[in-house]
């Protein structure tokens, strides 16, 4: 999965102001965050198997990212990016960040 992350973000291009936002801008955050939250869901479950514990916490934050991420929406061309398709990856990928710190300090 980190080589799919990796290969997402190489597809992404850095849009400037007054520059044209295209649909596979938003698109690849949106897959970018899917992938990530894959990514964070198959970490939490080796913890636990090899752990035999929870973290109460990393889960209400995978379980508020995937609750967020169904507001996600498949932008095609001649859309107009929304702002809460912005909001919609700063929600998950926070959910994400916090989830990870948890679970590193669980490790720690």
């Known amino acids: ?7 997402i973000v190489s597809k992404m291009r ?3 102001f007054d520059d044209y936002v295209e649909s596979t801008d ?3 955050f949106m897959e970018y965050c899917e ?8 970490l939490y479950q080796q913890y636990k198997y090899k752990t035999g514990g929870t973290i109460p ?8 990212a995937i609750n967020r991420i169904t507001y996600a929406r498949t932008t095609r061309y001649g ?8 909001n919609t990856v700063v929600d998950v990928l926070k959910c994400i960040d916090i989830a990870l710190i ?7």
Do not use: F, R, Y
């Open 14 to 16: 850095t849009v400037k």
């Open 102 to 108: 948890e679970l590193e300090k669980a490790l720690g």
């Open 35 to 42: 992938t990530a939250l894959q990514l964070l869901q198959a």
């Open 26 to 28: 938003t698109n690849l």
């Open 57 to 64: 916490k990393v889960e209400e934050m995978i379980n508020l």
């Open 79 to 86: 859309d107009i990016p929304l702002p809460s398709d912005h």
């Open 1 to 7: 999965m980190l080589s799919t992350l990796s290969d």
